[in-house]
């Protein structure tokens, strides 16, 4: 959960640093300005680009060389990239460390759910995605609740809360080396060593594309692909999105003085807006785990996305016209929509034990998480460039069409465990029997 917490903290505290960056003038396109309206775009995607580098080229390595060894070196590559985005000179610098940030928030996401998950007997494995899973928006309201106390007592220091989180990362490689269990990868081995046994090791790992796990692999993809982009587009520039709605309407002839305090009044609006969205994140994530002990994670994935539907059109006819603050409506939507998109995202992540056997659940989630990513890049990159021609409103309401695309996919993976049995995944477990024996 801690490990998940610096996680959410490092990968969103770039939607609060990016109200804070620089400005020469309410101009977007001004070259003073630290970056334009289209470089915020790239600075949150390079982030996910370097998860999905992260999750599908270097968490596989969890499936061979233990999910300790490589949160770890995910965690010193994390570190590494915050302290480059405190020192970056400008724009560019700081997409190329927000992407290495990525890589090793990418290679911890992994590692971490997947050995939570194999820790757990199998009636709690929802409880354990779900504490986990608790971290990651726990983070995020650090993130906004340390944004608030720093531009407080010292203005805009954006850098100050990059080394914030890398103060964090530091913690968390402590941590995570003194109290991280071995892996249940590793455990096989060293008690296959003894027993002069290599029952895992004859075992080839099987295909995510292969005859069993073909159809539940494309929807868990889809599914999460379309969900997580809507919440890193969400999540990434709606506080960004609201002060810019509100300083719209300001009058050009206000006093230098008097624009600077409404600029700063308008982003502290957009920076509230975004901590109740983390606040529904938390909440999602806190009733994944207790419902999950009663309620199949299938079922819960879909419920979440349906929630995250209404929400997001409440959301978009609530946020405010051009030079207007916010009402409450807008905040109420705001906790809903983090409850049913972050609920989706970590019911997803709880489906993949019940999906993939030992030997591919490190690889099935980090593809999953990986191909994910792809939604997650390009939704920030394409709502930096449409805000400024059909507006917030609008573009809220077209993202929705990604969330049902994300619901039916989760419609779609309860009727592919029905048609493989009553148990959900009794066929796979049928085909992975032995290997299953091995890891009891």
């Not at 929802?126 to 309201?141: E, F, K, Q, R």
């Not at 002839?253 to 609006?269: D, F, G, P, Q, Y």
């Not at 029905?418 to 085909?431: C, N």
Request: proline share 4%; glycine share 10%; hydrophobic share 55%.
């Amino acid at each position: 959960m801690f490990l998940n917490l610096v996680d959410g903290f490092d990968l969103l505290i770039i939607s609060f640093v990016l109200p804070n960056l620089p400005t020469n003038s309410n101009d977007p396109g001004d070259p003073l300005n630290f970056a334009s309206t289209a470089e915020k775009g790239y600075i949150v995607s390079f982030a996910l680009v370097g998860m999905a580098v992260g999750a599908i080229g270097l968490a596989r390595l969890a499936d061979r060389y233990g999910r300790r060894l490589i949160a770890l070196v995910g965690i010193t590559v994390n570190c590494v990239g915050l302290i480059l985005s405190a020192v970056s000179p400008n724009a560019e610098f700081m997409m190329g460390a927000r992407f290495i940030t990525g890589v090793g928030i990418g290679m911890v996401s992994v590692a971490i759910v997947v050995a939570a998950q194999e820790s757990a007997a199998p009636k709690y494995r929802n409880l354990a995605t779900g504490l986990v899973m608790i971290g990651y928006p726990v983070g995020s309201v650090l993130a906004a609740l340390s944004t608030n106390a720093i531009t407080s007592a010292f203005g805009s220091n954006w850098k100050a809360l990059f080394l914030l989180g890398a103060g964090l990362a530091a913690a968390a490689f402590v941590a995570a080396f003194v109290g991280l269990p071995e892996s249940v990868k590793a455990a096989e081995r060293r008690f296959e060593s003894a027993a002069g046994a290599d029952l895992a090791t004859s075992e080839k790992a099987p295909s995510l594309l292969g005859k069993n796990l073909l159809a539940i692999t494309l929807l868990l993809c889809v599914g999460y692909m379309t969900v997580s982009g809507v919440f890193n587009f969400a999540a990434g520039l709606t506080p960004d999105f609201v002060k810019t709605a509100i300083t719209a309407g300001f009058d050009a002839n206000l006093s230098k003085e008097a624009l600077a305090s409404a600029t700063s009044a308008a982003r502290h609006t957009g920076q509230n807006v975004g901590l109740w969205m983390s606040l529904g994140c938390l909440v999602g994530a806190i009733t994944l785990a207790t419902l999950g002990l009663v309620v199949n994670a299938v079922r819960l994935t879909w419920v979440f996305c349906g929630i995250a539907v209404v929400a997001m059109l409440g959301f978009a006819n609530a946020f405010p016209a051009p030079g207007h603050e916010p009402t409450v409506w807008l905040y109420v939507f705001a906790v809903a929509l983090g409850v049913g998109i972050f609920g989706g995202i970590s019911s997803y992540s709880a489906l993949v034990p019940r999906a993939y056997p030992p030997l591919a659940r490190a690889k099935g989630y980090g593809a999953m998480l990986g191909v994910g990513r792809l939604g997650a890049i390009i939704a920030p990159l394409i709502s930096a460039y449409l805000v400024t021609e059909i507006g917030a409103q609008r573009l809220y309401n077209y993202t929705n069409l990604l969330l049902v695309v994300s619901l039916a996919c989760a419609v779609g993976v309860v009727f592919v465990m029905r048609r493989q049995g009553s148990d959900p995944v009794a066929v796979l477990q049928r085909a992975h029997a032995d290997q299953s024996t091995v890891n009891v």
